[in-house]
């Protein structure tokens, strides 16, 4: 749909660069992000601000004082309320042209097919591997670019997963590289926030068909020394999720 004159002013600094079609076709993308903390929250802010046309935003917890150092979507007086409720009113007022659900649920083998539904992408907001497996079956199956990231102290690990293309996450941790599963991740605030934020511009990279999109390869980012080291991925034999053979 052509741009309103409201939305010519409001992504009047992007439109230079995302060009009127590249924006309108940002507003078309329904995107899923799972998990609404520190990686998820972030990204959900900047894909609404972007100008996204509809956004799931699933999480079945609710906000705590612990949350606050690093996932900027909440404040003290939201403290007990479900986080996706407290997400959807702030992001509401940030861009009221993004349709915006909030699904106080977890990802589970039960619901997976109907909150996935027609989304056009997800975005890994996700704090536990169970979850990322299954986000990464449902992906393969119905072919959904998937954006993974995750953290844990200064450091940060981003790829993003093309179905029939790139290896999957199964490919990816199934086999040699490890990514450790503890009740919870401890991490320095502004580590979450930067990965997050990264997702989202692999996500306009591979909609706008720009150049630069990080994929086939892992990056694990040493912040405490500012080093990105690139792991190139491979494809699993045999993959149990995305079947292909090497
Ligand atoms: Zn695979």
Redesign the pocket.
């Known amino acids: 749909m052509k741009l309103s004159k409201e939305e010519k002013e409001r992504y009047s600094r992007q439109l230079p660069v995302l060009k009127e079609k590249g924006q309108e076709k940002v507003n078309d993308l329904k995107v899923l992000v799972s998990g609404v903390g520190g990686i998820g929250g972030t990204a959900a802010e900047y894909l609404v601000r972007l100008g996204i046309g509809e956004i799931r935003l699933l999480d079945p917890d609710t906000v705590e004082l612990s949350n606050l150092n690093r996932q900027i979507l909440y404040n003290k007086d939201d403290i007990g309320r479900n986080k996706v409720d407290v997400a959807f009113e702030k992001l509401k007022k940030v861009n009221p042209n993004v349709d915006i659900e909030p699904i106080p649920e977890k990802l589970r083998r039960d619901n997976l097919h109907e909150i996935f539904g027609d989304m056009d992408a997800f975005v890994d907001g996700l704090d536990n591997m169970q979850a990322r497996y299954l986000a990464n079956k449902e992906c393969v199956k119905k072919d959904i670019p998937y954006f993974h990231a995750a953290c844990e102290g200064f450091e940060s690990r981003l790829t993003t997963i093309i179905p029939n293309e790139t ?2 996450l ?2 990816i941790y199934g086999g040699k590289i490890e990514i450790k599963e503890k009740e919870y991740e401890p991490t320095v605030g502004v580590v979450p926030g930067k990965i997050g934020i990264i997702e989202v511009e692999q996500l306009i990279k591979y909609f706008l068909d720009l150049k630069g999109l990080f994929k086939d390869k892992l990056v694990i980012f040493d912040e405490k020394n500012i080093k990105p080291r690139i792991i190139d991925l491979r ?2 034999k045999n ?1 149990e ?2 079947g ?1 053979i090497d």
Do not use: G, M
């Open positions: 290896p999957c199964n490919c494809k699993k993959c999720v995305c292909s």
